[in-house]
Nanobody, 122 residues
Framework: QVQVVESGGGLVQSGASLTLNCTMS????????MGWFRQAAGKKREHVAT????????YYADSVKGRSTIARNNRKNMMVLQIDSVKPEDTAVYYC???????????????WGQGTQVIVSA
């Protein structure tokens, strides 16, 4: 059974850096493009960052562009997202997603993690 598990959320002070990790229990991790999405209270799930299977194509949402880095390690079945200079508006539940055959979207993925809560204090 494939599992996607996020870690690294919690309470973060405004202006600090946040690192989120995602692991996936699958035989061939590189078969999947991966992504991070987030959902704030009362809002729809939105794209944060996505990365292709080999890491050659990376896309960031405008809201985090320039202060975020997404990366993956296919040998360790891991993906990481770092957001620098976090803001209160970064507060949300962050989800890791995997999709085979294309980049995942806010409502388009083969597998989703359970989510990890991030709260940015002002």
């Amino acid at each position: 059974q494939v599992q996607v598990v996020e870690s690294g959320g919690g309470l973060v002070q405004s202006g600090a850096s946040l690192t989120l990790n995602c692991t996936m229990s699958v035989d061939i991790f590189s078969d999947y493009a991966m992504g991070w999405f987030r959902q704030a209270a009362g809002k729809k799930r939105e794209h944060v960052a996505t990365i292709s299977w080999a890491g050659g194509h990376i896309y960031y949402a405008d809201s985090v562009k320039g202060r975020s880095t997404i990366a993956r390690n296919n040998r360790k079945n891991m993906m990481v997202l770092q957001i620098d200079s976090v803001k209160p508006e970064d507060t949300a539940v962050y989800y890791c997603a995997a999709r085979r055959g294309g980049l995942p979207g806010p409502r388009l993925a083969d597998y989703w993690g359970q989510g990890t809560q991030v709260i940015v204090s002002a």
